[in-house]
Protein backbone atom coordinates (compact mmCIF):
# COMPACT_ATOMS: atom_id res chain seq x y z
CA UNK A 1 0.00 0.00 0.00
CA UNK A 2 1.51 3.44 -1.08
CA UNK A 3 2.22 5.41 2.33
CA UNK A 4 3.39 8.71 0.23
CA UNK A 5 1.06 9.81 -2.73
CA UNK A 6 2.31 12.03 -5.55
CA UNK A 7 -0.98 12.39 -7.41
CA UNK A 8 0.06 14.37 -10.15
CA UNK A 9 1.97 13.05 -12.53
CA UNK A 10 3.14 16.01 -14.19
CA UNK A 11 3.00 19.51 -14.34
CA UNK A 12 3.77 22.03 -17.19
CA UNK A 13 4.60 25.93 -15.67
CA UNK A 14 5.85 28.83 -17.18
CA UNK A 15 9.18 30.07 -16.83
CA UNK A 16 9.58 32.88 -14.19
CA UNK A 17 5.64 31.67 -12.51
CA UNK A 18 5.50 29.45 -9.21
CA UNK A 19 5.59 25.17 -9.61
CA UNK A 20 3.57 23.82 -6.55
CA UNK A 21 4.45 20.28 -6.35
CA UNK A 22 1.85 18.16 -3.80
CA UNK A 23 2.40 14.85 -1.70
CA UNK A 24 0.12 13.65 0.78
CA UNK A 25 0.70 10.58 3.20
CA UNK A 26 -1.26 7.91 5.20
CA UNK A 27 1.18 7.06 7.81
CA UNK A 28 0.61 9.97 11.01
CA UNK A 29 3.99 8.35 12.65
CA UNK A 30 6.01 9.95 9.78
CA UNK A 31 7.84 13.01 10.64
CA UNK A 32 10.65 14.10 8.80
CA UNK A 33 10.30 14.72 4.89
CA UNK A 34 12.17 15.22 2.21
CA UNK A 35 11.97 16.28 -1.51
CA UNK A 36 14.44 15.03 -4.05
CA UNK A 37 14.71 16.14 -8.06
CA UNK A 38 15.82 13.97 -10.67
CA UNK A 39 17.07 13.90 -14.02
CA UNK A 40 16.63 10.71 -16.71
CA UNK A 41 19.14 8.17 -16.02
CA UNK A 42 20.63 10.19 -12.77
CA UNK A 43 19.92 9.47 -9.36
CA UNK A 44 18.15 11.89 -7.67
CA UNK A 45 19.59 15.18 -5.67
CA UNK A 46 18.84 15.96 -2.46
CA UNK A 47 16.61 19.30 -1.93
CA UNK A 48 15.44 19.90 0.60
CA UNK A 49 14.03 18.42 4.00
CA UNK A 50 11.06 19.11 6.80
CA UNK A 51 10.32 17.92 10.10
CA UNK A 52 7.15 17.57 11.67
CA UNK A 53 8.23 20.15 14.39
CA UNK A 54 8.38 22.69 11.65
CA UNK A 55 5.39 24.10 9.29
CA UNK A 56 7.76 25.44 7.01
CA UNK A 57 11.14 25.53 5.68
CA UNK A 58 13.10 27.91 2.74
CA UNK A 59 15.90 27.49 0.81
CA UNK A 60 16.42 29.52 -1.84
CA UNK A 61 14.16 29.49 -4.40
CA UNK A 62 12.62 26.04 -2.84
CA UNK A 63 10.06 26.61 0.20
CA UNK A 64 8.45 23.14 1.32
CA UNK A 65 5.11 23.52 3.32
CA UNK A 66 3.73 20.63 5.94
CA UNK A 67 -0.13 20.42 6.95
CA UNK A 68 0.47 17.62 9.52
CA UNK A 69 -3.25 17.42 9.80
CA UNK A 70 -4.26 17.36 6.13
CA UNK A 71 -0.86 14.89 5.86
CA UNK A 72 0.09 17.21 3.52
CA UNK A 73 2.91 18.89 2.11
CA UNK A 74 3.73 20.79 -0.62
CA UNK A 75 6.87 22.34 -2.41
CA UNK A 76 7.63 25.53 -3.84
CA UNK A 77 9.66 26.72 -6.12
CA UNK A 78 9.81 30.43 -7.03
CA UNK A 79 10.75 31.75 -9.85
CA UNK A 80 10.10 28.56 -11.43
CA UNK A 81 13.30 28.37 -14.34
CA UNK A 82 13.91 25.57 -17.71
CA UNK A 83 16.47 24.11 -15.58
CA UNK A 84 14.29 22.58 -12.48
CA UNK A 85 12.60 20.50 -15.88
CA UNK A 86 12.97 16.99 -13.38
CA UNK A 87 11.38 14.94 -12.11
CA UNK A 88 10.05 15.27 -8.31
CA UNK A 89 9.86 13.08 -5.70
CA UNK A 90 8.91 13.41 -1.68
CA UNK A 91 10.08 11.00 0.79
CA UNK A 92 8.61 10.39 4.09
CA UNK A 93 10.15 8.45 7.24
CA UNK A 94 8.83 7.72 11.20
CA UNK A 95 10.95 7.66 13.96
CA UNK A 96 14.20 7.15 12.14
CA UNK A 97 13.60 4.67 10.01
CA UNK A 98 12.98 3.70 6.43
CA UNK A 99 12.24 6.59 4.18
CA UNK A 100 8.99 5.94 1.63
CA UNK A 101 8.90 7.67 -1.72
CA UNK A 102 6.22 9.20 -3.64
CA UNK A 103 5.75 7.77 -7.41
CA UNK A 104 7.47 11.17 -8.85
CA UNK A 105 5.82 14.27 -10.58
CA UNK A 106 7.42 15.45 -13.42
CA UNK A 107 7.92 19.36 -14.07
CA UNK A 108 8.08 20.95 -16.82
CA UNK A 109 8.83 24.43 -17.01
CA UNK A 110 8.35 26.42 -20.29
CA UNK A 111 10.69 28.78 -21.35
CA UNK B 1 35.86 14.51 -3.69
CA UNK B 2 33.20 12.59 -1.91
CA UNK B 3 30.76 10.73 -3.09
CA UNK B 4 28.66 7.27 -4.13
CA UNK B 5 29.91 5.47 -7.10
CA UNK B 6 27.99 2.63 -8.63
CA UNK B 7 29.33 0.99 -11.86
CA UNK B 8 28.79 -0.35 -14.48
CA UNK B 9 25.74 2.42 -16.12
CA UNK B 10 24.55 -0.19 -18.12
CA UNK B 11 24.60 -3.76 -17.47
CA UNK B 12 23.13 -6.31 -19.69
CA UNK B 13 22.42 -10.13 -18.84
CA UNK B 14 21.06 -13.00 -20.06
CA UNK B 15 18.11 -14.39 -18.04
CA UNK B 16 19.11 -17.37 -15.86
CA UNK B 17 22.28 -15.62 -14.68
CA UNK B 18 23.03 -13.92 -11.21
CA UNK B 19 24.64 -10.09 -11.72
CA UNK B 20 26.53 -8.08 -8.99
CA UNK B 21 26.06 -4.37 -8.62
CA UNK B 22 28.60 -2.63 -7.65
CA UNK B 23 28.21 0.71 -4.81
CA UNK B 24 31.15 2.26 -3.21
CA UNK B 25 30.92 5.32 -0.76
CA UNK B 26 33.57 7.41 0.45
CA UNK B 27 31.57 10.12 2.59
CA UNK B 28 31.85 7.83 5.67
CA UNK B 29 28.43 7.50 6.00
CA UNK B 30 27.25 4.25 8.77
CA UNK B 31 23.74 3.46 6.42
CA UNK B 32 23.37 2.20 3.06
CA UNK B 33 20.39 1.52 0.57
CA UNK B 34 19.16 -0.13 -2.49
CA UNK B 35 16.33 0.89 -4.49
CA UNK B 36 14.56 -0.11 -7.23
CA UNK B 37 12.99 2.21 -9.66
CA UNK B 38 10.69 1.22 -12.76
CA UNK B 39 9.17 3.29 -15.05
CA UNK B 40 6.19 5.63 -13.48
CA UNK B 41 7.17 4.52 -10.08
CA UNK B 42 8.57 6.03 -7.42
CA UNK B 43 11.79 4.19 -5.54
CA UNK B 44 11.47 0.87 -3.57
CA UNK B 45 13.34 -0.58 -1.40
CA UNK B 46 14.97 -3.09 -1.92
CA UNK B 47 17.59 -3.72 0.92
CA UNK B 48 19.22 -1.35 4.11
CA UNK B 49 22.26 -1.60 5.81
CA UNK B 50 22.57 0.20 9.28
CA UNK B 51 25.93 -1.02 10.14
CA UNK B 52 28.60 -3.18 8.52
CA UNK B 53 27.88 -6.80 8.58
CA UNK B 54 24.70 -6.44 9.27
CA UNK B 55 21.19 -5.18 7.10
CA UNK B 56 17.66 -5.49 6.93
CA UNK B 57 14.86 -6.62 3.88
CA UNK B 58 13.32 -3.72 2.28
CA UNK B 59 9.70 -3.89 0.91
CA UNK B 60 11.14 -6.21 -2.65
CA UNK B 61 13.92 -7.94 -0.95
CA UNK B 62 12.78 -11.18 -2.91
CA UNK B 63 15.36 -12.21 -5.42
CA UNK B 64 17.85 -9.90 -4.42
CA UNK B 65 21.16 -9.98 -1.87
CA UNK B 66 23.53 -8.21 -0.52
CA UNK B 67 26.38 -8.35 1.69
CA UNK B 68 28.33 -5.45 3.95
CA UNK B 69 32.09 -6.26 4.61
CA UNK B 70 32.83 -2.84 4.80
CA UNK B 71 31.66 0.36 5.23
CA UNK B 72 32.21 1.86 2.37
CA UNK B 73 31.01 -1.22 0.18
CA UNK B 74 26.95 -2.38 0.19
CA UNK B 75 27.25 -5.00 -3.36
CA UNK B 76 23.70 -6.30 -4.81
CA UNK B 77 23.49 -9.48 -6.42
CA UNK B 78 20.60 -9.55 -8.64
CA UNK B 79 19.57 -14.07 -8.50
CA UNK B 80 17.66 -15.54 -10.99
CA UNK B 81 15.45 -15.73 -8.58
CA UNK B 82 14.42 -12.14 -9.19
CA UNK B 83 11.50 -12.54 -11.65
CA UNK B 84 11.51 -9.02 -13.46
CA UNK B 85 15.26 -7.68 -12.96
CA UNK B 86 15.31 -5.08 -15.67
CA UNK B 87 15.24 -1.57 -14.03
CA UNK B 88 17.10 0.95 -12.98
CA UNK B 89 19.21 0.20 -9.71
CA UNK B 90 20.12 3.07 -7.00
CA UNK B 91 22.47 3.06 -4.61
CA UNK B 92 22.44 5.75 -1.41
CA UNK B 93 23.84 6.16 1.73
CA UNK B 94 23.06 8.64 5.10
CA UNK B 95 25.00 9.46 8.00
CA UNK B 96 22.14 7.13 9.74
CA UNK B 97 18.98 5.82 8.66
CA UNK B 98 16.66 8.46 8.92
CA UNK B 99 18.39 11.40 7.67
CA UNK B 100 18.85 12.15 4.10
CA UNK B 101 20.08 9.95 1.58
CA UNK B 102 22.42 11.03 -1.08
CA UNK B 103 22.36 8.05 -4.45
CA UNK B 104 24.74 7.21 -6.81
CA UNK B 105 23.82 8.05 -10.57
CA UNK B 106 22.39 4.58 -11.13
CA UNK B 107 22.77 1.11 -12.68
CA UNK B 108 20.03 0.08 -15.59
CA UNK B 109 20.05 -3.60 -15.49
CA UNK B 110 18.42 -5.20 -18.70
CA UNK B 111 18.01 -9.14 -18.74
CA UNK B 112 16.90 -10.51 -22.09
Known amino acids: DQQVKQNSPSLSVQEGRISILNCDYT??????FLWYKKYPAEGPTFLISISSIKDKNEDGRFTVFLNKSAKHLSLHIVPSQPGDSAVYFCAASALGNQFYFGTGTSLTVIP | DGGITQSPKYLFRKEGQNVTLSCEQN?????MYWYRQDPGQGLRLIYYSQIVNDFQKGDIAEGYSVSREKKESFPLTVTSAQKNPTAFYLC???????????FGPGTRLTVT
Open chain 1, 27 to 32: NSMFDY
Open chain 2, 27 to 31: LNHDA
Open chain 2, 92 to 102: ASSTFTGYEQY
